[in-house]
């Protein structure tokens, strides 16, 4: 892979999410995909496909949240393979919001991500604004 295409594919990525368009960033996903999340909280763990990832994580996400915004990002790093990120997220419900900066490493194998890492620069806050989270919401 090339510098060139690792961007190309992340600005397309991360211009889906900024736009609300989950479909279309999800789209990026491999099938194979592997997330780590950070943390401790209800969130956290090891997804092991797009469709893990799509359902246990930004679904469970969907539905407990009244808005979800990415709201930006910066490029750190960059690389063939993979780029490192601080990407800016605001969860809200009902009176409650969280915004975090989430470190995030890419990696990208042709026009797929294939593997993510995500740390959140304020894990607290977001494990305790999720923290009611359960497997039914």
């Given amino acids: 892979m090339t510098i060139e295409n690792t961007e190309r594919v992340m600005h397309a990525y991360h211009d889906a999410w900024e736009r609300g368009d989950q479909e279309a960033g999800m789209s990026f996903y491999a099938d194979d995909l592997v997330v780590y999340m950070g943390g401790n909280g209800p969130l956290a763990g090891v997804y092991n496909s ?78 305790a604004f999720f923290g009611d989270l359960t497997g039914n919401d």
């Fill in 50 to 127: 797009r469709e893990d990832f799509n359902t246990n994580w930004i679904g469970r996400v969907g539905q407990y949240t009244d808005t979800w915004d990415v709201v930006g990002n910066d490029t750190l790093l960059v690389g063939a393979d993979g780029v490192l990120l601080l990407v800016r997220e605001r969860w809200a419900r009902g009176d409650r919001s969280v915004t975090t900066e989430r470190l995030g490493f890419y990696r990208v194998s042709g026009d797929k991500i294939v593997e993510c890492r995500f740390a959140d620069m304020n894990q607290p806050d977001v494990e």
